[in-house]
């Protein structure tokens, strides 16, 4: 199939594309700003190997987007699948795609003066309930360095919004913060820990119950006024996994999240089948043929998106209204940039079937500040909708300085 292109007089002509790596707050971060002949800029992002996805754009994607109608953002979306479809679409060019859906999104909004989720048929509610990921300010961010391995991010020190180290030090503190700052969910990946003794193979029942203890703590002071939701990272093999999912039998997980590797979905599906825990799957997939097939082996019981990984706002979307069909309630992942926050905001208020987003409380309050103009307001587990045009926030000025890392710009 050809994607359909005509042009139009009363097109919005792309005129540039920036991208930036900002290494000295998040070591993976890539972000990026389409700009146009009407003098509206669009903002996009994506997480991880910045210098790979920025070669995609500037390199590949450029020639099609420059000089092109910003709007026609299904036209661009399915041109660079079909053709990244060659090389067996990779996450690389997943995330390429994702960034420039997300600023073409953000342009569209801005040209009709409406938050995305109405261009999406939303609202479907007037505010997106929200749980909080258990890291810290400086989880997974590796600032002034390259970008860490995933799922090896730091355990915190002693401090405000070191929530990974209070899990391990003072679970029932940590709990009791959340809840009197309104969060009704949070999640944790205490068995990484066990994951990089063992290699995931196995896991012994010493390193089994000194990462169960903390939510058993948690269980015994709050009841049932938590959700709680544990995160493996994709360490785990089969027997290993299992032995977790019995271990956690007692404290009524939402959801078990990762704990295999996202490799073999049969074997997702003997692990739900076998372990019968709610299970989630998984940011790590890449597009609807991959969730397609997690639907089709009844491996999941919740879909997790990546909207910066998955193919932006428009693949999220379709995702989305995909698992609605299977009566599978879908949830988006964030514990990146802001941006990809925002993304899942406008998908969730613009789909029935999203139950919850991901927030990072320790990202928000640390760095976020020093990449967008208006931070997100959580209140009562749950964060109000965006009201200002596209994405609702704009990425500062500064952060796209030519004298920033990685910085690269590609114009007509
Ligand atoms: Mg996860």
Redesign the pocket.
């Known amino acids: 199939m050809q994607p359909y292109l005509t042009p139009s007089d009363a097109a919005v002509k792309i005129t540039a594309i920036e991208t930036v790596n900002p290494n000295n707050l998040m070591g993976g971060l890539m972000l990026l700003r389409i700009h146009t002949d009407a003098g509206i800029i669009g903002h996009g992002e994506t997480y991880y190997g910045p210098g790979a996805v920025a070669a995609l754009i500037h390199e590949w994607m450029a020639d099609r987007l420059l000089g092109s109608d910003a709007m026609a953002i299904e036209s661009h979306w399915r041109f660079f699948y079909e053709r990244f479809g060659n090389f067996g679409i990779g996450g690389a060019e997943m995330r390429a795609i994702s960034a420039v859906d997300l600023a073409l999104w953000d342009i569209l909004g801005q040209v009709c003066q409406q938050p995305i989720y109405r261009l999406l048929g939303g609202p479907v509610r007037d505010q997106v309930p929200v749980y909080n990921s258990c890291g810290n300010p400086n989880y997974g961010r590796n600032p002034g360095g390259k970008p860490g391995w995933p799922g090896y991010g730091s355990l915190g020190e002693p401090g405000p919004l070191n929530d990974s180290y209070q899990l391990f030090h003072d679970p029932v503190g940590l709990a009791r913060e959340l809840l009197a700052e309104g969060y009704t969910g949070m999640k944790v990946w205490c068995f990484d820990g066990a994951a990089h003794r063992s290699g995931g193979m196995r896991i012994s029942l010493e390193d089994l119950n000194h990462a169960i203890k903390p939510l058993q703590k948690i269980r015994e002071a709050v009841g049932d006024k938590l959700e709680i939701m544990v995160?493996g990272?994709g360490f785990f093999m089969l027997p290993a996994a299992l032995r977790i999912a019995e271990a956690l039998r007692e404290i009524q997980p939402l959801w078990l999240?990762?704990i295999l590797k996202m490799d073999n979905l049969e074997t997702l599906a003997d692990f739900r089948a076998q372990s019968r825990m709610p299970i989630s799957a998984s940011?790590m997939l890449l597009h609807r043929p991959h969730y397609q097939r997690v639907l089709e082996t009844k491996a999941a019981d919740f879909i997790?998106i990546d909207p910066t990984w998955a193919g932006g706002i428009s693949e999220s979307v379709r995702i989305a209204h995909l698992a609605q069909g299977y009566n599978i309630p879908t949830t988006l992942?964030d514990?990146t940039g802001p941006l990809t926050l925002y993304a899942g905001m406008h998908v969730n208020a613009a789909v029935a079937g999203c139950c919850y987003q991901e927030s990072v409380r320790a990202h928000i309050r640390s760095f976020y500040q020093e990449l967008i103009d208006e931070l997100p307001v959580i209140q009562d587990g749950h964060v109000a909708l965006p009201t200002r045009p596209g994405l609702g926030v704009k990425l500062h000025d500064r952060v796209f300085s030519p004298d920033r890392h990685g910085y690269r710009v590609t114009r007509l």
């Open positions: 995160d990272h999240e990762d940011e997790m992942h514990c």
